[in-house]
C-alpha cells in the first residue's frame, strides 16, 4: 500500500462539494490516513507550488489557493498516486475523461477542485509540508 497527497481545493470547498468528494473518494477503496482543513496564506501557497514559480499562472494559482479554506488529506491505496490521479482527471476539467472528479466538479484549468502529488517522491515531500508522523494514522 502506498500514500499519497489530496488536496480539496478553495472552489470545491467554497461551493460545499467537500462530502460529495469525500464519498467518491472512500467509495473507490482509499482510505483516509490523515486530513485537515487548512486555510493557506499566500506564503504557504508559494511555498507548497514552489515547482511552478517560474509559470505564468503561478500567481493566479498562488492567490487562489490562499483565497479560502482547503482540505487536505493523505490517501492511503494500492498505486495510490497512479490511482488518485486517474480519479482526478485532466488538469484541465474541459480535458478531463467522464466520471472524474475534475471532469464533474472542476469549473476552469486554474480552478479544478482537487490536488494530487505527480510522484512517489512528491508525494512524500508534499505530505511532509502538512502533517507530521504523529499525524498519519
Ligand atoms: P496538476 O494539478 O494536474 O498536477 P500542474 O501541476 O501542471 O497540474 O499545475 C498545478 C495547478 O496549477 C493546476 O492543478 C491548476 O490549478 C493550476 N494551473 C495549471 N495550469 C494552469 C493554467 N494554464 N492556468 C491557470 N492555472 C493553471
Ligand atoms: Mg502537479
Given amino acids: 500500500m502506498n500514500l499519497t497527497l489530496g488536496i480539496i481545493k478553495p ?35 508559494e511555498g507548497f507550488y514552489a515547482v511552478h514559480k517560474d509559470k505564468g499562472f503561478f500567481e493566479e494559482l498562488t492567490n487562489f489557493m490562499s483565497s479560502a479554506p482547503c482540505v487536505v488529506m493523505v490517501l492511503e491505496k494500492e498505486n495510490a498516486v497512479e490511482e488518485w490521479r486517474k480519479l482526478m482527471g485532466a488538469t484541465n476539467p474541459a480535458e478531463a475523461a467522464e466520471g472524474t472528479l475534475r471532469k464533474q466538479f472542476g469549473s476552469s484549468i486554474g480552478e479544478n477542485a482537487v490536488h494530487g502529488s505527480d510522484s512517489k517522491e512528491n508525494a512524500e515531500i508534499e505530505i511532509a509540508y502538512f502533517f507530521n508522523k504523529l499525524e498519519l494514522v
Avoid at 462539494?17 to 464519498?23: A, E, N, S
Fill in 11 to 45: 472552489d470545491a470547498v467554497s461551493k460545499g462539494l467537500t462530502g460529495k468528494i469525500l464519498d467518491r473518494i472512500l467509495s473507490e477503496g482509499f482510505q483516509i490516513r490523515a486530513m485537515k482543513l487548512v486555510h493557506l496564506t499566500k506564503k504557504q501557497a
